[in-house]
């Protein structure tokens, strides 16, 4: 069955300008989760939808946001990019909670100039 | 709040050793554990997932063992190859349906 599948996996942005990443889970899987990783802080939890709906989200500042649509791709969001933002963005489906385990997509690599 | 610590950092062995890599965690109330490999550039692979109420999982060349009292998650890699080489990352799942991860090892096996 296919995996999951996150566009674009690459961007060059702009500071100041925004962008929108996609991440379709695996079929049947109901929540998806975003986590961002950069060299200096790891691997950091951004939020996590269910069925449409935000269940937790990590701190960060409100630049970042998501949604889920009713066939479970997620989008994510960040407005007014920093240099800071540069990073790898992953994004993760499970079946529902997370005591089923993850499974990662291949990531968006996020460059901010 | 969980805190996730991945010992050691780096290890480089050569082909065929035996080698174990230690992941321990802050709280023990967790759902479960997962071990994952990213290559370079990479997304995540995962490598095995052990539920809080078990003791151990294995695949293939890989055994991972949790001691969830004492906050422990080893991950053995028997007779390493050079393909193995690679970050390995654990992570946990507590409530809120989110995974804590540490900062991961860095292994390289020479051939």
């Known amino acids: 069955k296919a995996g999951v599948t996150q566009t674009p996996r690459y961007l060059i942005k702009t500071r100041g300008q925004q962008v929108t990443l996609s991440c379709s889970p695996i079929s049947g899987h109901r929540s998806v989760s975003w986590y961002q990783q950069t060299p200096g802080q790891g691997l950091q939890f951004l939020f996590e939808?269910?069925?449409?709906?935000?269940?937790n989200k990590g701190n960060f500042p409100g630049r970042f946001s998501g949604r889920q649509f009713s066939n479970s791709r997620s989008e994510m969001n960040v407005s007014t990019l920093e240099l800071g933002d540069s990073a790898l963005y992953l994004c993760?489906?499970?079946?529902?909670?997370?005591?089923?385990?993850?499974?990662f997509g291949s990531g968006t690599r996020l460059t901010v100039v | 709040k969980q805190e996730v610590t991945q010992i050691p950092a780096a290890l480089s062995v050569p082909e065929g050793e035996n080698l174990v890599l230690n992941c321990s965690f802050t709280?023990?109330?967790?759902?479960?554990l997962q071990w994952f490999r990213q290559d370079p550039g990479k997304g995540l692979t995962s490598l095995l997932l052990?539920?809080?109420?078990?003791r151990e999982q294995t695949s293939g060349r890989l055994n991972a063992s949790l001691d969830k009292s004492s906050g422990r998650s080893t991950l053995y890699i028997a007779a390493s190859q050079p393909g193995d080489s690679a970050t390995y990352l654990c992570?946990?799942?507590?409530?809120?349906?989110?995974?804590?991860f540490g900062g991961g090892t860095r292994l390289m096996v020479k051939p």
């Open positions: 939808y269910f069925s449409e709906t935000q269940r």
């Open positions: 709280d023990s109330a967790i759902y479960n």
């Open positions: 992570a946990v799942v507590n409530a809120g349906n989110m995974l804590t």
């Open positions: 993760a489906s499970s079946q529902g909670a997370g005591r089923y385990g993850y499974t």
């Open positions: 052990i539920q809080s109420s078990q």
